[in-house]
């Protein structure tokens, strides 16, 4: 009898939840379709991305990692000094021993990396909000520093295999990938001032402060990508890692000067009293430029980590992060590209096609360009009897610096 004493202690309370299981099986079916149907309409109004962020937020996920994360850090503390590893004499400050046992106690999970990107969500949260406070803005689509450093790094975390390394290799790449993510912050700082740039010089805007914090911020976006691979090429060794990080690091520096290149443009044209008809031209050139070394920076990076994949650390996730790079960042853009030169070039072709006005032809029309409403300098001369036959005017004089092109 004693033997079977637990399998009887049990029964009640088993018999119990079934019970109450089994009773309350309608209103549980009941809820979980009225979820389904509310997640459903949600979807078909919003998308499936708003629907996970929405559930993200209000079940306070974030909140969850971090305090996790922060109670797991508190407890490898504790067992840091209790077992003696700060008195340790390895030639190593032990504040700097302290950090790197918590940094990789604090990531060897999976569970773990995630409540480490949100810290670094959080952290990187506010550092957005300190560039908007010193460029002024308040734009609703520059708040997801957050979001798209913890994506970039989870990713990174997860290509790199962080949490089966070993010890002193997972604290060297997870140095490395902060890195990385650092470069990532400086290209997403600068799609954030480069359009700040273009709306005050195109608008003319006479806010002098407002001009000075966005070339502050430049000047910043150029600075730090110098000193890190100045420090990085002074300390470490030549690797594809470094070599990833710096192309990064050029291509932010090579996109500050373009935006500033046609910010100056722009500032230019505000103070001209005529129409600076090559304008148009030299934008097209300094974007053609910018973009064509962007271009190469991509083939640069796939080449690259196609190098790592085979012969450092393949991995699945890094291949379809190549794959995925590989279509974005080299076909997408080259199609782009390529469309955007041909249309361009057959623009140019159509009007260059066409005579030139002549100067009684101009004083006798006495008219502005239909486009830019500016005094006509220069025309060319289309005829229109093909197109329109019914068309009273003869001859239509046509704007050479407008590229747009001609039916």
Request: aromatic share 14%; glycine share 4%.
């Amino acid at each position: 009898m004693p033997v079977h004493t637990p399998v009887f202690a049990a029964l009640l309370p088993l018999a119990l939840v079934k019970f109450v299981l089994f009773s309350s099986v309608v209103q549980i079916i009941q809820s979980i379709y009225s979820g389904y149907v509310q997640a459903k309409n949600f979807v078909s109004n919003f998308g499936m991305s708003a629907l996970v962020e929405s559930e993200w937020l209000r079940l306070n996920v974030p909140e969850v990692l971090r305090t996790f994360w922060m109670l797991r850090v508190l407890e490898h503390a504790g067992i840091f000094f209790l077992s003696g590893y700060w008195e340790q004499d390895d030639g190593m400050s032990p504040y700097f021993r302290l950090l790197k046992y918590l940094m990789v106690t604090g990531c060897d999970t999976l569970t773990a990396v995630l409540g480490i990107t949100s810290i670094v969500s959080y952290i990187c949260n506010y550092i957005g909000k300190f560039f908007q406070w010193i460029l002024l803005t308040d734009d609703e689509n520059d708040k997801n520093f957050g979001t798209v450093s913890a994506i970039v790094f989870y990713i990174l975390a997860l290509q790199t295999g962080l949490t089966g390394l070993e010890p002193d290799v997972r604290f060297v790449r997870l140095c490395r990938n902060f890195c990385l993510l650092f470069t990532a912050l400086l290209h997403f700082t600068h799609n954030v001032v480069n359009p700040l740039l273009m709306s005050l010089s195109a608008s003319h805007n006479p806010s002098l402060r407002r001009h000075l914090h966005a070339l502050l911020v430049c000047g910043v976006l150029v600075l730090l990508p110098l000193l890190l691979m100045y420090f990085l090429w002074s300390t470490q060794e030549t690797s594809t890692w470094l070599l990833a990080v710096t192309a990064f690091s050029i291509e932010v520096i090579v996109k500050v000067f373009v935006s500033l290149a046609i910010y100056s443009l722009f500032l230019l044209d505000a103070r001209r009293e005529t129409f600076w008809e090559k304008l148009d031209d030299y934008i097209y050139y300094i974007r053609a430029f910018g973009n064509t070394v962007e271009f190469c920076f991509g083939i640069f990076l796939f080449f690259n980590g196609a190098w790592i994949l085979l012969f450092e650390s393949g991995s699945a996730i890094r291949a379809v992060m190549m794959c995925i790079h590989a279509y974005f960042n080299i076909w997408c853009d080259a199609k782009a590209g390529w469309s955007v030169f041909m249309k361009r070039r057959t623009a140019v072709n159509k009007i260059e096609s066409l005579p030139e006005a002549e100067k009684e032809q101009l004083r006798r029309l006495d008219d502005v360009c239909a486009i830019c409403y500016q005094e006509m300098q220069s025309a060319k001369n289309y005829q229109m009897q093909t197109l329109l036959p019914w068309s009273l005017p003869e001859k239509v004089a046509v704007r050479t610096g407008q590229m747009s092109p001609l039916p």
